[in-house]
């Protein structure tokens, strides 16, 4: 299966819908896994992360804006459509329609995801949630 292919399973069964079970199918069992305020390494890690995270915010859509294949590595430019659902960043839920632009990198050990990095717009997801004060650090 492409890396490409693998990319788009991931996105569309276990961050849309939330499959999660299906990570067994797409990362190793020792995948690394790095997003804000979560890290952790093998494949139940990974899992737990992104329920919590998907219990806050649950992407209904998600847009493959561009996806780009280096060696065994990938990297996709991405926006999370959905609304939030669950306090977001200690602000009370509002239930609104949320954006949420954010870099995937991928690291591949044969047709498998052994490494998931993810950064996100995180100024972008306070203003939308009503929170638009965003403290610089020195």
């Given at each position: 299966?492409?890396?490409?292919a693998?990319?788009q399973?991931f996105?569309d069964?276990?961050?849309?819908?939330?499959?999660f079970?299906l990570?067994?199918d797409?990362?190793?069992?020792?995948v690394?896994?790095?997003?804000?305020?979560?890290?952790?390494?093998?494949?139940?890690?990974a899992?737990?992360?992104?329920?919590v995270?998907?219990?806050?915010?649950k992407?209904?859509?998600?847009?493959?804006q561009?996806?780009?294949?280096?060696?065994e590595?990938?990297?996709?430019?991405?926006?999370?459509?959905?609304?939030?659902?669950?306090?977001?960043?200690?602000?009370r839920?509002?239930?609104r329609?949320?954006?949420?632009?954010?870099?995937y990198?991928?690291?591949?050990?044969?047709?498998?995801i052994?490494?998931i990095e993810?950064?996100c717009?995180?100024?972008?997801?306070t203003s939308?949630?009503g929170?638009s004060q965003?403290?610089?650090v020195?």
């Amino acid at each position: 299966m492409q890396k490409s292919a693998i990319i788009q399973k991931f996105f569309d069964r276990v961050i849309c819908h939330r499959k999660f079970h299906l990570l067994s199918d797409i990362v190793t069992d020792d995948v690394v896994y790095i997003a804000p305020k979560a890290m952790g390494i093998g494949r139940l890690a990974a899992q737990q992360a992104f329920e919590v995270s998907g219990q806050a915010f649950k992407p209904s859509h998600v847009d493959v804006q561009f996806a780009a294949e280096i060696g065994e590595r990938a990297a996709a430019r991405v926006c999370l459509l959905g609304r939030e659902s669950n306090a977001l960043a200690g602000i009370r839920n509002s239930g609104r329609r949320i954006s949420l632009p954010c870099v995937y990198l991928f690291e591949f050990r044969g047709s498998r995801i052994c490494k998931i990095e993810v950064y996100c717009d995180l100024q972008s997801l306070t203003s939308q949630i009503g929170h638009s004060q965003v403290h610089s650090v020195r």
